[in-house]
Structures are given as C-alpha cells and as structure tokens.
C-alpha cells in the first residue's frame, strides 16, 4: 500500500518543519550554499532514476513519501562528505525529529534508531541464520579439543531483555531469539556457554544503568558487575582460584562525568535528540602492577604500571575532548591483540576472543588472574588455534553481544 503524505497532517508537518529548518541551517551555515545544493540535487536526481528503474520499465512514480525520503538521504550524504557540515546537519535533522515527538528516526548506517519506553535510543537486530556461526565454533573446538584446551562461550546481553517490551509492539527485534538458538545450537553440539543475560538483567540495577542511553553498550559499572559472574562461574566450573570480592564495589572507586559521552547511535541523530551520558570511570583502590603490551603494531607498544597507567586510556576521558570521543575505549580498545599481565597475581591465563563488550571485562578481569590476551577476529588475521597452541592457557573464552552472530565473527582460522 502507497503511502500518501496529503492526507497525513503530521508527517506533512515533519516534512514541512524540516525543510523550514534545512533552509535555515543552510542560510545561516553554509557559505557555499550553491555548490552544495547541486551536488545534493544530483545525487537526489540520480537516487529517483534509479528508485524508479528498479519498478520496471512503466513502473509507477515515486510516492511523495518517497521522494522526501531519497531527499533527506541525498543531502545527508552530501553533508557527510562535507565533514564541516556534518554536525550541524545532525543535529538540525535530530532537533526536527524531536520537535515532532518522533520515536523512530531513519539512518543511513543503522536502518532506524528508536526511542524505548527508558528514553534510551536503539537499532534493531534482523533475524540471523546462526549455522555459519555454529560451524565456526564446531571447527574452533574441534582444533583446541586436539590442543587439550577448553572452550567456553559467553553470552552477553544486548541493550532490549527479552521478556520486557521496550519498542512499539510493531516493531520486529530479533538479538535474542537470534542468542537463544544459536545456545541451542552449542547445546547440541556439546560446547560448553555461559548465558548472562538472565543474571544480568535480574541484577536489581535499572535500565539506565545497565546501558548507555545514546550507545549500544554496556556500562562500566554493569560490565563490573558481569565480570564478577564470569569470575564466580570460571572458579566453580573451571577450577580458577579467583578472589571471590574481586568485584566488590567497596574496593573500587567510581569517578562520574555528567554529559560526558555521546555514543555511537547518539552520534547518528545528535545530543538535541538523544541527549547525553554520564559516564562512570572505575578503577581499584587497591594496589596493581601491570604490563599491558599492544601487539598490533610495529613496534610493539609496552605500557608498565598500575591499572590507571597501564590498562586505562587517558585520551579517551580528556574533559576538553569533544563528547562524541568514544569514552568507553578508555578501557583499552580496540586492538588486534592484546596482552594485559598482572604482576600481582601468579595463576591463571585466558585467551579471550571479543567483540567490543569484552573491553571492560578483560580489563577487570585482568585483576584477578595472571594474564589475559584479548584476540579481536575483525582486526586479527591468523589463527585462533594456532595462537592457542603457541600460548597454552587455561582456558579459551569467546564473549560475544547478539548483535557479533554474524559469520564473519566466527572465522577463526585466519587468511
């Protein structure tokens, strides 16, 4: 069905308002307004041909819906290739939305952000086939299991529970149906997970405390948290001898920032939109001694001292950065490999596969074992096997959010 934006008064005056506020920004922001203009118009030009085409020779016109649609997509493209303009471009199309009380907004990387019932914002995850991914992880245990080497997967949550309705009952999420068969396909093929999620969110700490509001992450506090799960879970099942209060708030210090962090969907439709994050650094109180050595790059950078000098980023947390500075990479990410040696601590060494949720943890986990080294497979070429062959540890970890079920996450044999 075609959707016919005269007779929709308030997608008329989305419409309306935004273009109003386009022309205002462009009057009072961009000098070369012409020059812009056109390369928008034809970038728009050749996006309707080409809408068009794809309906078939004497196909139907585009719907007015649709043009507006194709015209916000070409000047957001051009805008993005103007990288002066881009921040003004988004948070003029994210102050528009607000105004109009708009609970979804169209993105071109994201599809679409959605506003939840916790004024948190979101993308969603489409349904994913999980078999690539279960064949990956078959071939991964099958190679550690010749090593004598044992294998556990650990399932961390994504931003929306699964039995609470954060999202309009229209709208289709699929993260945890996606989780919960790719557990049963583990289940089945005899490997051994850990699933956070329900623990997690029966944590007593509300939404907003277990996620960012503007990013997809967990918080540092909530990664704290999980990480004494994962802990308690590796000394009862793996016969690691980690302290039982490593975890403990009271031995850590929380250091907040008020409207210190947009995240990444934040940074996709503006702090007029989506506000800003506190954001909550932790470090231990007690004493540490590290070497934290980033393999990545040639030489390889050595940093040697405590928990804030050798595991924390101090970039990442400068005030004076701007607020879109990914402030949860103080936590040491992302690298390729990476090796965190406690010097304090003589038992205990992991491998640990991760996607971006594993920072915080490998960094507090770090303190309760010997080493830790962090292998990212988007960023790392060789073998999984192969470097746990060479390195011999104790256990290797693959942590993992939903949204990492994706075949190219479980390619572990390298190029």
Do not use: C
Not at 64 to 69: G, K, S, V
Request: proline share 4%.
């Amino acid at each position: 069905m075609k959707f016919d934006l005269e007779h929709h008064p308030r997608e008329r005056l989305t419409a309306a308002g935004f273009l109003i506020l386009l022309a205002v920004f462009f009057a009072f922001f961009v000098s070369d307004f012409t020059t812009l203009k056109d390369e928008a118009l034809l970038r728009y030009q050749n996006a309707s041909a080409a809408a068009v085409a794809a309906g078939g020779p004497g196909g139907e016109g585009l719907t007015l819906a649709r043009r507006l649609e194709l015209a916000v997509d070409s000047v957001e493209q051009t805008v993005n290739e103007k990288i002066r303009y881009r921040e003004n471009f988004i948070e003029l199309h994210g102050l528009t939305q607000k105004l109009m009380a708009k609970d979804v907004v169209y993105d071109y990387n994201y599809g679409s952000i959605y506003k939840t019932s916790y004024g948190q914002i979101t993308s969603t995850v489409n349904r994913a086939e999980v078999e690539a991914d279960l064949e990956g992880i078959r071939q991964l245990k099958t190679e550690l299991d010749a090593l004598g080497l044992d294998l556990l997967y650990i399932q961390a949550p994504f931003k929306l529970p699964e039995h609470e309705q954060q999202l309009p009952p229209h709208v289709k999420e699929y993260a945890n149906d996606n989780a919960n068969r790719f557990l049963s396909g583990l289940e089945a093929s005899g490997i051994n997970y850990y699933d956070l999620r329900p623990e997690f969110f029966s944590s007593g700490m509300p939404q907003n405390q277990l996620f960012y509001d503007t990013d997809h992450h967990w918080t540092i506090e909530a990664a704290l948290y999980s990480t004494g799960l994962i802990a308690g879970h590796l000394n009862d099942d793996y016969g690691f001898e980690i302290d039982p209060e490593l975890t403990d708030p009271g031995r850590y210090d929380f250091k907040k920032y008020e409207d210190f962090f947009l995240g990444a969907m934040g940074r996709r439709v503006g702090k007029l939109y989506s506000g800003l994050d506190g954001f909550t650094v932790v470090t231990p109180k007690f004493e540490t001694d590290y070497t934290v050595t980033e393999k990545d790059v040639d030489p390889a950078v050595i940093l040697e001292g405590s928990f804030e000098e050798a595991v924390l980023v101090d970039h990442y947390l400068d005030p004076l950065a701007p607020v879109d500075t990914n402030r949860y990479a103080a936590y040491h990410g992302d690298h390729a490999e990476l090796i965190l040696t406690n010097h304090l601590e003589e038992k205990g060494r992991i491998l640990m596969v991760k996607d971006s949720f594993g920072l915080p943890v490998y960094s507090f986990l770090s303190l309760g074992v010997h080493e830790i080294r962090a292998l990212d497979v988007r960023l790392y070429k060789g073998s999984v096997a192969e470097y746990a062959k060479n390195y011999q540890p104790d256990l290797v970890i693959i942590l993992y959010n939903p949204n990492s079920l994706a075949a190219s996450m479980f390619e572990f044999s390298g190029n």
